[in-house]
């Protein structure tokens, strides 16, 4: 088999990571969190510094209703796909939620900086305006 | 709930959404963060994915995508090795310190060091750079244990309880070592602060400031030292730290027992995914007839 078939030009590689979180968004979409959440192991085993596998692979378990592993799973990606606001903010929403509020507001505080340090503006955007929904 | 539902992936030109596609998708008091994937992937190329066999498409992809990642972890796996061999030195080195001492011995038994601890050793050995692989292995450990056993079951088996006051999360002890290393969510001393908090017992630390300012000497330089506050203080949190140090050394010791399963279930995993390849093609051509 050509690994080089339908990648568009990306390196192989980096085209099975592309055609894996697309499987598995696709499967999370179909609110299939299990199966996506399969997806999405095989794909940050091979590619752990991507931000999106580890933000989807946590919303799995938060839709699943496992909250503390889907935090455990947000922290993580704050480290091993640094930086990583995103991760950062959805830590802070799930502290929050959670009526951690000391260690919320550090994770807000990060989010912020991670945000400006991305020089992204519509990301710190974001970030600045859930404070309007959880101050 | 942190994220709203999505619909699939958006036509969008980039995985980064813009703000008014992000406003058209999401709703305005929890944003999606969900990135799309990229519009390079061929939608249907995606939807081909093995466990949908709805088999809209030929399905070419998605099984050199396997391949590639296959490749791709055997590429790692030496490089993993390596890091193992180091870890397993360092922590031969110190094994009069009882903590570093005790994962020595459970990282000999078990055989797959690496993983370890994870975390800790391979940030400060390598400045950060084997952090990745590792966490991708003890993550991928954690959400498969969760999938099969229940949230409730794992953390219960981790000893960690959502109610109690001294819960930890893994990732933010590991991110206090690796992001010490400036590059981060976490400001050097911050790091080292909420380590000393966690590993402190006792009136004892494990002093992860000479490790940090001397990172090249990698996890052999850890020292057990005295605590910095003073005596009174130890006393009076003597009680959560244990708690602390219990639930941490819980989870560390979880995550080796699962490494040695990992490769495991790696295999079996992809093994699924080409089995419902196999199966797809198959279905696709007894109706086309071809069969």
New interface residues.
Partial sequence: ???L??T???R??E??????????????????Y??A???F??????A??DE?G????A?C???????????????????????AP?C???RF??LY??DRTQEADEAYN?AL??AAAAADD?LT??IQ?ERW?RP | MSTVAVTGPSPVSSPHMDSAQRSSRAEPSQPNLLLAPNDNIDPDEALAGFLVLEAMSHGVGLEAAIKDVNLLRQQKQAEWDKQKAALMQAMKAKEHSSFWGKLGKICGNVGKIAAVVASVAVAVGTGGAGAPLVLAVAGVCLSTAALAQGEFHILQKLGVSDKLAGYIEIGTAVASVACSFGAAAFKGTEAVSAFQKIMSTGGKVVAIGGAVATGAAGVAVIEKGMADGAAEDWNANAERAKLDESHFEQLLIWVLDELANNEKEHRKTVNGFKDAIETRNATLAIASGAA
């Fill in positions: 088999m050509n690994a078939i339908g568009n030009g990306c192989p590689q085209h099975a990571v592309e055609i894996l979180y697309a499987t598995g968004f696709r499967l999370h979409a179909q609110e299939r299990r199966d959440a399969q997806v192991h095989v794909m940050l085993q091979a752990p510094a999106r580890w933000l989807a692979l919303d378990h938060e839709k699943l209703g496992q909250r503390s592993v889907a935090l455990e799973l947000f922290s993580v990606g704050t480290v091993a796909a640094e930086p995103r950062m903010l959805s929403r799930l939620d959670l990060a900086e991670l519509d955007n974001l305006n929904v």
